[in-house]
T-cell receptor, first 116, second 113 residues
Framework: DAGVIQSPRHEVTEMGQEVTLRCKPI?????LFWYRQTMMRGLELLIY????????DSGMPEDRFSAKMPNASFSTLKIQPSEPRDSAVYFC??????????????FGPGTRLTVL | DQQVKQNSPSLSVQEGRISILNCDYT??????FLWYKKYPAEGPTFLIS?????DKNEDGRFTVFLNKSAKHLSLHIVPSQPGDSAVYFC????????????FGAGTRLAVHP
């Protein structure tokens, strides 16, 4: 398996532009997570899905952020309009259904977003 | 409100010595704890975990200790190797919490020869 795939790996955009980050989870995994990593706050959970349904979006910073999972193999995180403070590394992770708490999450390589 | 705290942003250790990374949590409902390791330009990868019914879990050079009364856990790496140089994240979850993990801010470990 290729693991969790994220695209693009790097994104540089100007303030006010729309940004779309993409994620393909590991096949067969039922959970998908979006995280943001910053120097100040470390690794923050933004939103996660179970069987394509959003379960908890309490970590989404504001209405400018939205996430979708139209099918089991694809998810997007959109920022519109983008602001310089959104600059961070965004990770997508997936996890299998089986088991209980603390099931290992498998992370993608991340997208480094820079908003000028 | 940070429920999982890693108060040391960085740690420097000599090769061959012990590395001790610390993590504190505030939510007494947490019952499963994990450590993830992250190299530059890569995503975090799972390293070791511990259930709240245990106080120690060992995997090769890596041992995690849990002190529930103090709401504290630590990761020991013995002996430390240069390849261990990475950012280490502590994470916690609650049974039935839909696999939701709460991460700390991370500790950057540098192991020098």
């Amino acid at each position: 398996d290729a693991g969790v795939i994220q695209s693009p790996r790097h994104e540089v955009t100007e303030m006010g532009q729309e940004v779309t980050l993409r994620c393909k989870p590991i096949s067969g995994h039922d959970y998908l997570f979006w995280y943001r990593q910053t120097m100040m706050r470390g690794l923050e959970l933004l939103i996660y899905f179970n069987n394509n349904v959003p379960i908890d979006d309490s970590g989404m910073p504001e209405d400018r952020f939205s996430a979708k999972m139209p099918n089991a193999s694809f998810s997007t995180l959109k920022i519109q309009p983008s602001e310089p403070r959104d600059s961070a590394v965004y990770f997508c992770a997936s996890s299998p259904l089986a088991g209980g708490p603390g099931d290992e999450q498998f992370f993608g390589p991340g997208t480094r977003l820079t908003v000028l | 409100d940070q429920q999982v705290k890693q108060n040391s942003p960085s740690l420097s250790v000599q090769e061959g010595r012990i590395s001790i990374l610390n993590c504190d949590y505030t939510n007494s409902m947490f019952d499963y704890f994990l450590w993830y390791k992250k190299y530059p330009a890569e995503g975090p990868t799972f390293l070791i975990s511990i259930s709240s019914i245990k106080d120690k879990n060992e995997d090769g050079r890596f041992t995690v200790f849990l002190n529930k009364s103090a709401k504290h856990l630590s990761l020991h790496i013995v002996p430390s190797q240069p390849g261990d140089s990475a950012v280490y994240f502590c994470a916690a979850s609650v049974t039935g919490g839909y696999n939701k993990l709460i991460f700390g801010a991370g500790t950057r470990l540098a192991v020098h020869p």
